[in-house]
């Protein structure tokens, strides 16, 4: 989860960057932001992604339940089952 949050951070640093180096007519600059280390940025987070929701798939995987972001009816009637 950390991975993800520092890829989205350093994404926008570089979107900054690229509106920065725009402004100041570097084009060559924000060319090479734009195409070569934004697209390895959001490349790299798209695998990220996608590594966390397989493991998120993967039911009693270690931090699964910790990325679900719904609850589900299967969920409840599991805790509702221990209770009882």
């Known amino acids: ?7 989205k ?3 926008e640093r570089v979107n ?3 509106r920065a180096a ?3 007519y ?3 600059r924000a060319a090479e932001l ?3 280390t934004l697209i390895d940025l959001q490349k790299q987070l798209a695998a990220v992604e996608a590594a966390l929701a397989a493991k998120a798939a993967i039911p009693g995987a270690p931090g699964s339940k910790l990325l679900k ?5 299967t969920d409840i009637a599991e805790i509702i ?4």
Do not use: C, F, H, P
């Open 34 to 36: 734009k195409y070569g």
């Open 9 to 11: 951070e350093e994404i």
């Open 16 to 18: 900054v960057e690229v």
């Open 69 to 73: 972001e719904e609850v589900t009816e």
């Open 26 to 28: 570097d084009l060559n």
């Open 22 to 24: 725009e402004a100041d």
């Open 81 to 84: 089952s221990k209770w009882t």
């Open 1 to 7: 989860m950390n991975r993800v949050q520092d890829l």
